[in-house]
């Protein structure tokens, strides 16, 4: 099983952000993709789909996701509007990705169930607030998940983590010794946790459990300056990531996870 993971793209169909054109930028992300890696399962945007949280920005988006011949998910981020969310992709608390498989431009789900694994969305948006919070229904429901399927993915915006960049770690996960508290307390711990928000690539383990955060499809934050308390944007290149699962021959499943810078010029040498 394969999946593409982009996250915040911060499409503005109204203006460009940093110099940077996001619309045009998920575009080429998502043409790259298609074209590199067809094969691929689904795909899923980890939040801040859209800058504003505007209609027309999501339907942008939606119009973008709809080129992927496999099923796109979206997950909310602290630039989302939610509820302008639900009017353009398909929302669903639960779906197979075969069910899925019949739905183009994007969906919103709390649960994916595949043969391999199953994967849970969590909605990590406070309302007028950078940070983030994962709510106690959500908690229960990945709590239910994780002692259904030993093989489960967990999505979300924020990250559980903290990144030592502390602009960014002020606007983090509120609850992430509550959510590490119920993990804890979980009969199966989950394979991977996907993430967003820090618009850095950042991978480790995270109290047992692999975590994996990219950089943006727009613009990046800086890292150099890991105490400054307010947040500075780069032109560092923009990246999606490639996912790569196999049944691990212990319990669990084996995870490669490749990231790609789809602006840089690709140029093969012979050996």
Not at 8 to 25: A, L, T
Request: proline residues 4%; glycine residues 6%; charged residues 20%.
């Amino acid at each position: 099983m394969q999946f593409i993971h982009i996250t915040d793209p911060h499409v503005d169909i109204h203006k460009q952000h940093y110099g940077v054109d996001s619309f045009e930028c998920l575009s080429r992300a998502v043409d790259h993709a298609v074209q590199h890696v067809p094969q691929a399962d689904f795909l899923v945007v980890t939040g801040d789909v859209a800058n504003n949280g505007d209609k027309e920005s999501y339907r942008a988006v939606r119009e973008i996701l709809s080129r992927a011949p496999c099923p796109s998910f979206v997950v909310p981020g602290n630039h989302d509007n939610p509820s302008v969310m639900a009017e353009v992709f398909h929302r669903t608390s639960s779906i197979s990705l075969e069910e899925a498989a019949h739905l183009t431009g994007g969906i919103w789900t709390d649960v994916l169930q595949t043969k391999l694994l199953n994967a849970v969305f969590l909605d990590t948006h406070l309302e007028n607030e950078g940070a983030g919070a994962v709510s106690r229904q959500a908690m229960e429901l990945l709590l239910n998940v994780l002692g259904e399927n030993s093989h489960t993915l967990v999505f979300m915006h924020h990250p559980p983590f903290e990144s030592g960049i502390a602009a960014m770690d002020v606007i983090g996960l509120n609850n992430s010794a509550e959510l590490l508290a119920m993990l804890q307390r979980a009969e199966n711990k989950p394979a991977g946790i996907f993430c967003g928000h820090l618009h850095r690539s950042i991978s480790g383990i995270w109290n047992g459990i692999p975590v994996w955060c990219l950089r943006s499809t727009s613009h990046q934050v800086d890292m150099f300056d890991p105490n400054s308390e307010q947040i500075a944007c780069c032109s560092e290149a923009p990246e999606y990531g490639l996912a790569v699962l196999t049944q691990s021959e212990t319990k669990g499943a084996d995870i490669l996870f490749h990231t790609v810078r789809f602006t840089e010029s690709e140029q093969v040498f012979d050996s």
